[in-house]
């Protein structure tokens, strides 16, 4: 520990401006400050401050985060083990063939990212913030397996110069950054993002899971199959056409973007992030509750004509984005309403209008997403009319006065 | 006997500190020590200074006055010689240093007779000559209120709720007879009422003239500007007069005894401290009598702070108490420290109001240093704020406004009822580490000027 400090501090100089490697002092600060507390102290009022800081926050959600990349990895092998007619499941070769093919989305979204929060920070000669640490892991998460790298690329570099760095940083972005990295993706390269064959990984890794698909495999989602069903009974089926059940989609062992199909991974996070206190309860809860009455009343005035009402409300909840939006995508609290009464808005909406995006439009099964981007535009103008309520009551404290 | 109107707070945070007077520590006595007056302790006057270097001046001789108000003086509360009249940047005026003499003197013209069947206006004039006016703060803010203007109500906090605070329940219980003639006093003041705000002491319900409302819950309960929103906040173009226990019994003492008193009971408190305790002196006490030989460790890089851990203002060894603070907490720096990932730390001896750290789940006392624990940030977390502020204020919005200079906004959004106080707890537990006070103040001082 004290040599790397000693290490710090000697090569501090050359950060320094003047220095030969005075354009990359942010980073160099950003190496430094992850490594060492500041051991800056406050020169103005309180003299005493919280030991949290948004390094910690920011770490805490990226731990949150973990059970649902273990899962997602091990569920990349086991839908490609699925596909290829195996009929073993060797544990650690499916959690190797997932890992590996995460390993590179993750490499590349944190490359292409942070190189830019970097750079960025570098010009605008400040402190590297942390806010892409999350971002970085989210990418990969939401993003369909078979996503080409250089789609990933290309879109995470639109998303932070266009939907954070140009509105001043973490802290001043109106959208989700991963999200938009997402919808990017699906509205600029539509043919190879949708269909059924993006969220199964078909190809070998490294030597594993060689094999080809079977006759019978079919790529589609739970709710990909749903929205193009046909008829009165509704029956979701997995990638060789067993027949799934509640349970399965609990547990996640359906296709699907690699961190959503977990609901048990899910809610582990979602624990982790109230406990600590970092995600806004007010939020994750009031999205369920809205996702949860929309389902009931969809599913009450089910039709054939839009087979998603056919789904339960239980289902609707379990299936596709709804849930990992609900907990890690609607409580970002940079795009989120930022009052505690407009949080509950916030949320219901986005339960509401998750479900109904879902359901009464056949061809776009994925609400969640678009769901949380519309509340992101509408977040301060719900948190405007919280605002607002405040300056009225005022106000009439003085007029009953005169 | 009338019920005691309680109101309950449930929002704020009383930090467990290290460094607390442990009961029946004896009070010292450290009288007889220079003093200084700092301009700056006394917001919203701009300073005239009446003396020169050399002068011999007597307890309540003005050492300078109010540019706009000449009424409004700023006595010496010792007799003897100016030793300093100090001036900064652009001649502003730091601090007027006097050195005592044997005899503590006092000035006729500052103590005159009062009895209790004057009226309010000799009322005012004896606050005025006396010096005492000065330490009497006027919420919207928190400067010394204008002489011109009759308060709608006023308020007196008889408990201190910062971390550490001294008590003075001593004082409730000896003083009690200079404290019903103080309220009395201050009664002919205003129009409205005299609000005594008590945590759950029985013997101020005796007192005449004053509504007497218990306040329960954590700091900032004891803030008076958090007291009178809960009662009743303060609106456009009202003023409410807040002074704290000690000044209404210094008041009490000048209006029936005719006593000029400044001593002052100071609690030495904080964890650097060897053993933390009450001294008796005077207001604008200089440091270094105070703190000599207290210190635990003589070698370690100490932060003094004259007044508590959230308000108080940082002070060197050589510095002098500040009004309104009857307190000095000494903790440690912590400049010299590395400390290695601590953004990851697990360890139980980090202050933290976030669950994730452990010691949070331990009931114990802890002894933080003055590091900030991070970088300075955009506001990233919501809703933190509001947890520490028991008042009807949307902090975030406010702060806002106060960043944008929006002067319609800040009125709106409430900075005539808060006070940079207020929101030192938010500024605690700010994992963004903003400096909020300051932020406040600033808004405040663009609303003084967008009002003169």
């Known amino acids: ?402 | 006997m009338i019920m005691t109107k309680i109101i309950s707070l449930k929002k704020g945070l009383d930090i467990k500190l290290c460094g607390e007077i442990q009961t029946g520590q004896k009070a010292r006595e450290v009288s007889h020590t220079a003093i200084a007056i700092v301009p700056d302790d006394f917001p919203g006057i701009t300073p005239k200074a009446m003396v020169k270097p050399g002068d011999n001046v007597l307890k309540g001789t003005p050492l300078f006055t109010d540019k706009k108000y000449p009424d409004i003086k700023i006595v010496s509360p010792i007799s003897g010689t100016v030793t300093n009249v100090c001036r900064g940047e652009r001649r502003k005026l730091l601090f007027i240093s006097v050195e005592p003499d044997e005899k503590n003197n006092i000035l006729p013209e500052a103590a005159k007779p009062y009895k209790d069947s004057d009226d309010s206006e000799k009322a005012q004039q004896l606050l005025l000559d006396s010096g005492l006016w000065a330490f009497m703060r006027q919420v919207p803010f928190g400067i010394v209120p204008r002489p011109s203007v009759t308060p709608r109500d006023i308020i007196i906090t008889t408990f201190d709720s910062a971390p550490l605070a001294p008590s003075w329940e001593e004082y409730i219980n000896t003083q009690s007879d200079y404290i019903q003639c103080g309220a009395s006093l201050l009664k002919k003041l205003t129009s409205g009422n005299v609000y005594l705000s008590t945590r759950n002491n029985e013997a101020l319900s005796a007192i005449d003239n004053v509504e007497v409302i218990e306040f329960n819950g954590p700091h900032p309960a004891g803030n008076p500007s958090v007291q009178i929103a809960n009662i009743k906040p303060v609106n456009k173009g009202e003023v409410v007069w807040t002074l704290d226990l000690p000044t209404l019994v210094r008041i009490g003492k000048l209006a029936k005894s005719n006593e000029l008193d400044f001593s002052t009971e100071v609690a030495i408190t904080g964890y650097e401290i060897a053993t933390p305790h009450y001294v008796k002196t005077t207001i604008g006490a200089s440091l270094q009598p105070l703190l000599e030989k207290q210190l635990k460790n003589s070698n370690q890089h100490v932060r003094i702070i004259s007044g508590n851990v959230l308000t108080g203002k940082l002070e060197q060894l050589n510095g002098w108490l500040h009004y309104p603070y009857t307190q000095i907490t000494v903790i440690d720096e912590g400049d010299d420290k590395t400390e290695f990932m601590g953004w990851a730390s697990l360890s139980a001896n980090k202050l933290s109001e976030n669950r994730s750290f452990p010691g949070n789940f331990i009931s114990r006392k802890f002894c933080p240093d003055a590091r900030l624990h991070g970088g300075r940030r955009a506001m990233i977390m919501s809703g933190i704020y509001d947890k520490y502020l028991p008042m009807d204020i949307l902090v975030e919005f406010l702060i806002k406004a106060c960043i944008a200079k929006d002067f319609d906004q800040m009125e709106q959004l409430g900075i005539y009822e808060i006070l940079p106080e207020d929101v030192a707890l938010c500024e605690y537990a700010d994992p963004s580490k903003l400096e909020l006070q300051k932020i406040l103040q600033e808004g405040i001082n663009l609303a003084i000027a967008e009002l003169s």
């Open chain 1, 1 to 402: 520990m004290k040599q790397l400090r000693r290490f710090l501090d000697k090569v501090k100089p050359h950060f320094q401006p003047g220095g030969r490697l005075q354009h990359f002092h942010s980073v160099y600060d950003g190496f430094e400050t992850f490594l060492f507390t500041p051991s800056t102290t406050s020169t103005t009022g309180v003299s005493i401050h919280d030991s949290i800081d948004s390094k910690r926050v920011m770490i805490i959600v990226v731990l949150s985060l973990i059970p649902c990349l273990l899962f997602g990895m091990y569920n990349v092998g086991y839908q490609h083990w699925l596909a290829i007619g195996s009929s073993t499941f060797p544990f650690w070769k499916l959690f190797g063939y997932g890992f590996c093919q995460m390993f590179w989305r993750i490499v590349v979204s944190y490359a292409v990212g942070l190189g830019i929060e970097f750079a960025v920070a570098q010009w605008r000669k400040e402190e590297i913030q942390e806010g892409f640490l999350v971002s970085g892991i989210l990418i990969p998460l939401i993003c369909p397996i078979e996503t080409p790298l250089w789609m990933l690329a290309v879109a995470t570099a639109f998303s932070v110069i266009f939907v954070k760095e140009i509105f001043g940083g973490t802290g001043f972005n109106i959208f989700n950054v991963a999200l938009v990295t997402r919808a990017f993706l699906f509205f600029a390269y539509p043919s190879q993002m949708s269909g059924d064959n993006v969220f199964v990984a078909t190809d070998s890794v490294l030597g594993l899971g060689q094999g080809t698909t079977v006759d019978a495999f079919s790529g589609a989602t739970p709710l990909g199959q749903v929205a193009t069903h046909t008829g009165t009974t509704l029956q979701i089926n997995n990638v060789v056409g067993e027949p799934l059940s509640y349970w399965d989609a609990f547990i996640g062992l359906i296709p699907g973007s690699v961190g959503e199909t977990s609901v048990i991974a899910i809610l582990i996070g979602a624990v982790i992030l109230l406990a600590t206190g970092i995600a806004s309860w007010r939020i994750m809860v009031s999205v369920f509750a809205g996702g949860f009455l929309m389902g009931i009343v969809a599913h009450y005035f089910q039709t054939p004509l839009y087979p998603v009402s056919m789904l339960d409300a239980v289902q609707q909840l379990t299936l596709g984005g709804f849930a990992f939006g609900a907990v890690f995508m609607a409580t970002d609290p940079v795009t989120a309403a930022r009052t505690n009464a407009g949080k509950y808005i916030y949320g219901f909406l986005i339960g509401v209008i998750a479900i109904l995006i879902r359901t009464y439009n056949n061809g776009y099964p994925e609400g969640a997403m678009l769901a949380i981007l519309l509340m992101n535009a509408f977040a301060p103008l719900i948190d405007y009319c919280v605002v607002q309520r405040n300056i009225r009551k005022r106000m009439r404290r003085i007029n009953i006065k005169a």
